[in-house]
C-alpha cells in the first residue's frame, strides 16, 4: 500500500491536533445544543468517528450515502442521494461532516435535500477542502485543511475503495490512477 504513496501532506498527528480544534470550535459554537452529526459515507467514517468523540456535546449520529454515479435512489441532479434517510431533522441543528469538498456538487445537492426537510439550521464540516476545482458556489463552515489540486488518500477518502485504512492524507501516485 505504502509504495503507491507519492507524498504524505498531512501526517497522523497534524490530522488529530486539527481534528482536535474543530471539534472544540463545535462544541463551543454548539453549546446547549444538541446538534445531528449526519456523516457523508463512506469517505466520513474515519473523520466523524474522531471529530465525534471531540465535541462534547449530546448529539446525535446519522449517516447518509451520496453520490453522482452510485445505485442508490433519490436522485438530486446527478447526485444521488441514499435513501436510508428516515429520521426527522426538522427544528434540528444540522451539521454536515463531510471527507473533501472538491467540485462542491455533491455537497450543494445534499445541502438542497437536508434544507427541504426544515432543519433549524444547516452548516459543512469538512476534513479537506480543493477549492482549485469549484464548480458550485458552496464554501465549508468548519474546515480541517486546505488541498492541493491532487487526487489524495487515506484517512477514509479512497482510491477504488482502497488506501482508507491510511492513518494519514497522502498524494498518490498517478501511475496508480492513470
Ligand atoms: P464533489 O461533488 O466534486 O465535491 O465530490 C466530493 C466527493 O468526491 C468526495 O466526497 C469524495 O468522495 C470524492 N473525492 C473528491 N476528491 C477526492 C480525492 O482527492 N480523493 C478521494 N476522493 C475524492
Ligand atoms: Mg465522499
Redesign the pocket.
Known sequence: MRESIKEVLFSKEEIDRRVKALGAQITLDYAGKNPILIG?LK?CYVFLADIARSIDLDCEIRFITAS?YGISTISSGD?KIGMDFDFDISGRDVLII??????????TALKKFILSREPASLKICTLLD?PA?RQAQIEPDYLGFE?PD????GYG???AESYRNLPFVAILKPEVYE
Do not use: W
Request: net charge negative; proline share 0%.
Open positions: 457523508v469517505g453522482s447526485v463531510e471527507d473533501i469538498l472538491d467540485s462542491g456538487v455533491t455537497l480543493k476545482r488541498c491532487e487526487f489524495v488518500v477518502l479512497d482510491f
